[in-house]
């Protein structure tokens, strides 16, 4: 499965944007896909998760009660909400999709997209 991630861009501090996951070459059945982010010199941290149903979701310390994951799977899309930026969310954003894992460690995931930027301007 093929991802592409949109939706970065530049925002003030307190802002807010929605990045988009859209799977291509076959549908995102049965799929768990999780976002990550990585900023210059640091490791891939854990953003978000969501399983295929929707059913259950996990998120960072980091991001809890800012960030919204879910999923359209008639889209075969898979969005992430992002409210109330801080400066310290800048980074790049990557989706990744995987038929048995939803969990934190990026090394889970089998399928990742090419990363979307996210810049917050304090």
């Known amino acids: 499965v093929q991802l592409v991630e949109s939706g970065g861009g530049l925002v003030q501090a307190g802002g807010a944007l929605r990045l988009s996951c859209a799977a291509s070459?076959?549908?995102?059945?049965?799929?768990?896909v999780g976002w990550f982010r990585q900023a210059p010199g640091k490791e891939r941290d854990f953003v978000a998760s969501i399983t295929w149903s929707g059913g259950s979701t996990r998120y960072g310390d980091s991001v809890k009660g800012r960030f919204t994951i879910s999923r359209d799977n008639a889209k075969n899309t898979v969005y992430l909400q992002m409210n109330s930026l801080k400066f310290e969310d800048t980074a790049v954003y990557y989706c990744?999709?995987?038929?048995?894992?939803?969990?934190?460690?990026?090394?889970?995931?089998?399928?990742w997209g090419q990363g979307t930027q996210v810049t917050v301007s304090s």
């Open positions: 990744a999709a995987s038929n048995n894992y939803s969990g934190v460690r990026y090394r889970g995931y089998d399928y």
């Open positions: 070459g076959r549908t995102f059945s049965g799929f768990a």
